[in-house]
């Protein structure tokens, strides 16, 4: 029997191939004949670095600016002249320094610095995943770290950050990297709103980002500016595109300068995993994340491998930390079964510190029940 074991992360507790690795173990453990596929999978978001190098790719390690400005560590994964890059790594919230949120400052400059740093590694396709920003700047940044100019009304180069942009002038995208226009960027995102309006970055995102009521006024003023001056230049308006608004409008700057296109994270993560290979000859598949719930429903990885496995005649399992699902609900996503941490371990915060101990527990009982 070939079972393929295909999970994102445990946020907090375990890494993707951590994962992966558990659960095997514990399917080994009572089913020693089991023929086991490893293979850890992303969604965009965090972990989709990871991801790639447990895949093959190989990791380029740099240093570039985070969201507000003081350089951090990271890296990207390359691979045949493909170059994945986590938005999270380098303007994520999890790089906001310890005095906590700057939704009106944060920037994607890093961002750009990366991308950079990708095409000077020969890269001709890039994968961005831009899931777990900390940004609202419209992806300003970004391409001013790539050559576009932006200035204010003095011809002073506009400061970084989301609310510099209501004060944007003119544009100059003369000096945009040569090479992005040579380049293939597929932009990994599971949301479909437009930059501006109710449904847009500022309102839907910013409070995740720590923009308050009046924050949130000021950030929708400099997307607005954003999206009216760059139609202007471009000759076209992207700013109601479906995931223009993803990543605090990171998405319209990829669609309006980087000739980006969106797609669903999880569906171009498992292509470039290997998942979709893996699946040849497999009787079952079992996924997972740190919690099932509705977030999980929108296109998180676990939903897109059950799809995938669904496509296949495979069952698809599914293991999470809490699993807050309805049983319809996780049928109609295509789970044939759940398994939940909290069964063993209703403490949450034991069952994250004791995560890898429970999924090893998990993986001997999902074999005990295949018989």
Known sequence: ????????????????????????????????????????????????????????????????????????????????????????????????????????????YGVG??????????????????????????????????????????????????AALAGLSAIDSSGLDQRIAATVVLVASDVNNPLLGPSGAAAVFGPQKGASSADIAVLEEGLARWAALTSAAIARDVGAVPGAGAAGGTGFAALAYLGGRLVPGAELMLGLTGFMAALDGADLVITGEGSLDWQTLGGKAPVGVARAAAARGLPAYVVAGRVELTGAELSDAGFARAYSLADLEPDQAASMARARELLEQVGARIAADLG
């Open 1 to 108: 029997m070939r079972v393929v074991v295909a999970p994102d992360k445990f946020k907090g507790s375990a890494t993707a191939a951590q994962v992966a690795a558990t659960l095997a173990a514990g399917l080994r453990r009572v089913r020693p004949d089991l023929d086991i596929a490893e293979v850890p999978v992303a969604d965009g978001g965090d972990g989709t670095v990871a991801a790639a190098l447990a895949a093959g790719f190989t990791p380029v390690r740099m240093t570039a600016d985070g969201p507000v400005g003081a350089t951090v560590e990271t890296t990207f994964a390359v691979r045949r002249g493909t170059a994945v890059i986590e938005m999270a790594d380098v303007a994520g919230l999890r790089r906001l320094p310890a005095s906590g949120p700057a939704p009106l400052i944060a920037s994607t």
């Open 113 to 162: 610095q990366v991308i950079r740093a990708a095409l000077d590694a020969g890269a001709d396709t890039i994968v961005l995943g831009i899931g777990g920003s900390a940004t609202s700047d419209g992806g300003a940044g970004m391409v001013q770290a790539l050559g576009v100019r932006l200035t204010d009304d003095q011809g002073n180069d506009l400061r970084r950050g989301g």
